[in-house]
């Protein structure tokens, strides 16, 4: 049974959100403030978080979501939002956040993307995929669910890793937007361009560096994305 953590603190988008997803035959544990929801978090027990920006305590969404990257704890996160929260949103995105729903949310809506993340975490343990991929000093092994370049492991949430993935089988290529949508979060699932540009982003960070100023993930406007990789 999935295990689900609910971190809101108003109690009837918490006990709609509860409710639902218990019906949905998940394990879900609620929290009511930032520091229980710190608490629970950093257990490492939950499949996914569903964690709201705002919340009383002292701590909030994003405190959560970076001490949890700090510790080295990559459980999935959705960011629960209001409309009003735009630039909340893009850095609980850099901070390891996997994806975003605002509120008022849809409840059909906010099921297809727990559902979508956890279908990524699941995602290597197909056995007619590739385990393990080299690209010069770039390798994913999906069977450990671990990315490193050259000597050096990179940190990295399950959405980035499937999205490393879609770029290191299509080196060289143009991956356009639809088909890093429909591959990563699924075709029910509907994802803003800022949301990919702001991952995109934090994959650029971790793999074009100093040290390997050859590689980059390029940006082509109105299509996609290019991954470049240099030789070692």
């Not at 459980?75 to 729903?101: C, F, H, N």
């Not at 559902?115 to 450990?144: C, F, H, S, W, Y």
């Not at 999205?163 to 994802?191: C, F, P, S, Y």
Request: charged share 25%.
């Amino acid at each position: 049974m999935r295990k689900i953590l609910v971190v809101e603190d108003d109690p009837a988008i918490r006990m709609a959100i509860v409710d639902d997803f218990t019906f949905e035959g998940y394990a879900v544990t609620a929290a009511v403030s930032g520091p229980e929801g710190l608490t629970y978090s950093l257990t490492g027990a939950y499949d996914i978080i569903l964690l709201d920006l705002m919340l009383p305590g002292g701590v909030d969404g994003l405190d959560i979501c970076r001490e949890l990257r700090r510790h080295d704890i990559h459980t999935p996160i959705i960011m629960l939002t209001a409309k009003s929260q735009d630039y909340d949103k893009v850095i609980g995105l850099e901070l390891g956040a996997d994806d975003y729903v605002t509120k008022p949310y849809n409840p059909q809506e906010l099921r297809s993307r727990v559902k979508a993340v956890l279908r990524r975490i699941g995602t290597p343990a197909k056995t007619n995929q590739k385990p393990l991929i080299e690209l010069g000093p770039l390798k994913l092994d999906m069977g450990k669910f671990v990315c490193s370049l050259g000597c050096k492991t990179l940190i990295m949430t399950a959405l980035e890793l499937n999205l490393v993935k879609v770029l290191m089988e299509n080196a060289g290529q143009v991956v356009t937007r639809e088909e890093i949508l429909d591959t990563v979060w699924g075709q029910d699932v509907v994802v803003s361009p800022r949301t990919i540009d702001t991952h995109m982003g934090n994959l650029r960070k971790k793999i074009c560096t100093r040290d390997y100023p050859g590689n980059s993930i390029q940006s082509i406007r109105g299509l996609g994305y290019k991954l470049i990789i240099q030789e070692s």
